[in-house]
């Protein structure tokens, strides 16, 4: 039975070899459809970061790795691993004052959850390295986005930014929800440090940047701390050689889930898109012959919230971080970049090591990262596992869509044909990679170091 099945299956094989190209197509757009639909489809509610619906969107995606044949990763019992986070949200609105009188409408967009006192210091420059060790600093050139000098102060030099409430400031406020952000932590650790943002209108704003050296006052109402579970989905192909180490393949399935005004976040690119991925590749890698390497695939919860998924999988991983020999995070891979050559996807880092250029070589539809200014590179799952010295790098069809991060980003948006493609295009080169000697390696000066 087993023989005549071997010669029929080869006989099969070769003459289809003649007609069609060497790599069959096990990737297809209706199944690339139906897992988006499901993740990104109304039943999800746009799978909030550590919630209930994350916890169902990982178990349908654990419920595949099962189907496809995966098996539940070494220690592990399912095909989900989960952490206890800590969610904090204030009761009420905050209160700002100027040597004690009011000052309208303070938007607080983001908070360490603790008041802050101090005298008012103006900076008009735009370099947050220039910034100066102040509790309260106002930035007042807005010729770039004033939360981009916000976002990259140092807590313990600054303990509250002051900005206007341009129009950019405001849709990043909308963008995260309407309300403010807060730290969150693992159960029983302090939240990290953060500068606390508040944003202004025009008038207000202008009257306190006319008042250096005022006393500042920020009030919060009530803190509350709520307890979450975060959710990530694990499946694992063993290799056939234990020593040959271990490739990781990611992507996350959490969203924003439903915005304060009732909206919806589908999320269908981000990261919908990047799971259904990891789902076809598990498929697509179960067939066939066993690989040399093993093969772990994880679809991380809370990256949106923090990256707190990403953060647990490498404080317990199933295997020694030292036997991932490379790591592929898939993200957004929903559209086309108009930028790059049509049905590629960018490799985020892609000179920094010799992982990119291994899966070209053998198909893969990726390109170099035309943003190198936006740092894409950090900005996803994969970096906390380059920061630990393995080679991790982040796919991505279009990262700066338009639909990024609001509620316009939905299935029907989604451009299916591209993405089965490139889904498509890795299961040859990631195979060839599972069953080669070779590692990926860093380039000199590719590896990031630690900040
Ligand atoms: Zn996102």
Same mark, same amino acid.
Request: proline share 8%; glycine share 10%.
């Given at each position: 039975?087993?023989?005549?099945?071997?010669?029929?299956?080869?006989?099969?094989?070769?003459?289809?070899?003649?007609? $069609?190209?060497?790599? *069959?197509?096990?990737?297809?757009?209706?199944?690339?459809?139906?897992?988006?639909?499901?993740?990104?489809?109304?039943?999800?509610?746009?799978?909030?970061?550590?919630?209930?619906?994350?916890?169902?969107?990982?178990?349908?995606?654990?419920?595949?790795? !099962?189907?496809?044949?995966?098996?539940?990763?070494?220690?592990?019992?399912?095909?989900?691993?989960?952490?206890?986070?800590?969610?904090?949200?204030?009761?009420?609105?905050?209160?700002?004052?100027? @040597?004690?009188?009011?000052?309208?409408?303070?938007?607080?967009?983001?908070?360490?959850?603790?008041?802050? &006192?101090?005298?008012?210091?103006?900076? $008009?420059? &735009?370099?947050?390295?220039?910034?100066?060790?102040?509790?309260?600093?106002?930035?007042?050139?807005?010729?770039? @986005?004033?939360? !981009?000098?916000?976002?990259?102060?140092?807590? *313990?030099?600054?303990?509250?930014?002051?900005?206007?409430?341009?129009?950019?400031?405001?849709?990043?406020?909308?963008?995260?929800?309407?309300?403010?952000?807060?730290?969150?932590?693992?159960?029983?650790?302090?939240?990290?440090? !953060?500068?606390?943002?508040?944003?202004?209108?025009?008038?207000?704003?202008?009257?306190?940047?006319?008042?250096?050296?005022?006393?500042?006052?920020?009030?919060?109402?009530?803190?509350?701390?709520?307890?979450?579970?975060?959710?990530?989905?694990?499946?694992?192909?063993?290799?056939?050689?234990?020593?040959?180490?271990?490739?990781?393949?990611?992507?996350?399935?959490?969203?924003?889930?439903?915005?304060?005004?009732?909206?919806?976040?589908?999320?269908?690119?981000?990261?919908?898109?990047?799971?259904?991925?990891?789902?076809?590749?598990?498929? *697509?890698?179960?067939?066939?012959?066993?690989?040399?390497?093993?093969?772990?695939?994880?679809?991380?919860?809370?990256?949106?919230?923090?990256?707190?998924?990403? !953060?647990?999988?490498?404080?317990?991983?199933?295997?020694?971080?030292?036997?991932?020999?490379? @790591?592929?995070?898939?993200?957004?891979?929903?559209?086309?970049?108009?930028?790059?050559?049509?049905?590629?996807?960018?490799?985020?880092?892609?000179?920094?090591?010799?992982?990119?250029?291994?899966?070209?070589?053998?198909? $893969?539809?990726?390109?170099?990262?035309?943003?190198?200014?936006?740092?894409?590179?950090?900005?996803?799952? @994969?970096?906390?596992?380059?920061?630990?010295?393995?080679?991790?790098?982040?796919?991505?069809?279009?990262?700066?869509?338009?639909?990024?991060?609001?509620?316009?980003?939905?299935?029907?948006?989604?451009?299916?044909?591209?993405? &089965?493609?490139?889904?498509?295009?890795?299961?040859?080169?990631?195979?060839?990679? *599972?069953?080669?000697?070779?590692?990926?390696?860093?380039?000199?000066?590719?590896?990031?170091?630690?900040?």
């Amino acid at each position: 039975m087993h023989r005549l099945n071997t010669i029929f299956l080869a006989g099969t094989l070769l003459s289809g070899a003649l007609a $069609a190209p060497v790599h *069959a197509q096990t990737v297809h757009e209706a199944s690339v459809r139906g897992h988006v639909e499901v993740l990104a489809g109304p039943g999800l509610r746009g799978r909030e970061s550590a919630s209930a619906d994350e916890a169902a969107a990982a178990a349908f995606v654990g419920a595949m790795f !099962r189907g496809y044949g995966l098996h539940t990763a070494p220690g592990m019992t399912g095909y989900t691993q989960t952490a206890d986070i800590v969610v904090r949200k204030l009761t009420g609105p905050a209160l700002l004052t100027a @040597n004690g009188a009011p000052v309208a409408a303070p938007l607080l967009i983001a908070s360490a959850g603790q008041p802050v &006192t101090g005298k008012l210091t103006v900076f $008009a420059g &735009t370099d947050p390295a220039k910034v100066p060790a102040a509790d309260v600093v106002i930035v007042t050139d807005t010729s770039v @986005n004033p939360l !981009r000098v916000a976002g990259s102060l140092d807590p *313990a030099k600054v303990k509250l930014v002051i900005v206007r409430a341009t129009p950019d400031v405001q849709a990043y406020f909308q963008r995260i929800g309407g309300a403010p952000r807060l730290p969150r932590s693992f159960k029983g650790e302090a939240p990290n440090p !953060r500068t606390t943002v508040v944003a202004l209108a025009d008038a207000a704003f202008d009257a306190l940047a006319q008042r250096p050296d005022a006393d500042i006052a920020l009030t919060l109402p009530g803190l509350v701390e709520e307890p979450r579970v975060t959710t990530n989905a694990i499946g694992w192909l063993p290799g056939t050689d234990p020593a040959a180490g271990v490739l990781l393949l990611s992507a996350h399935l959490d969203h924003f889930g439903v915005r304060p005004d009732g909206k919806i976040m589908y999320g269908a690119n981000d990261d919908a898109s990047g799971t259904a991925a990891v789902i076809e590749l598990a498929k *697509a890698l179960a067939q066939g012959k066993r690989m040399r390497r093993g093969v772990l695939f994880v679809a991380y919860g809370s990256e949106e919230a923090g990256g707190f998924g990403a !953060r647990k999988f490498i404080q317990n991983p199933p295997v020694p971080l030292e036997q991932i020999v490379a @790591n592929l995070e898939i993200e957004m891979i929903g559209q086309q970049d108009p930028k790059l050559p049509a049905g590629t996807m960018m490799m985020t880092g892609f000179d920094r090591s010799t992982f990119g250029e291994t899966l070209k070589a053998h198909g $893969a539809l990726v390109t170099s990262d035309p943003y190198p200014e936006q740092n894409f590179f950090q900005r996803s799952d @994969n970096y906390a596992l380059a920061e630990k010295g393995i080679v991790a790098h982040t796919v991505s069809g279009w990262a700066v869509v338009p639909t990024y991060h609001t509620p316009e980003d939905t299935v029907d948006r989604l451009d299916l044909p591209f993405m &089965t493609r490139a889904i498509q295009s890795l299961v040859a080169p990631l195979r060839s990679l *599972a069953n080669s000697r070779a590692k990926p390696e860093w380039k000199p000066g590719g590896k990031p170091t630690a900040e």
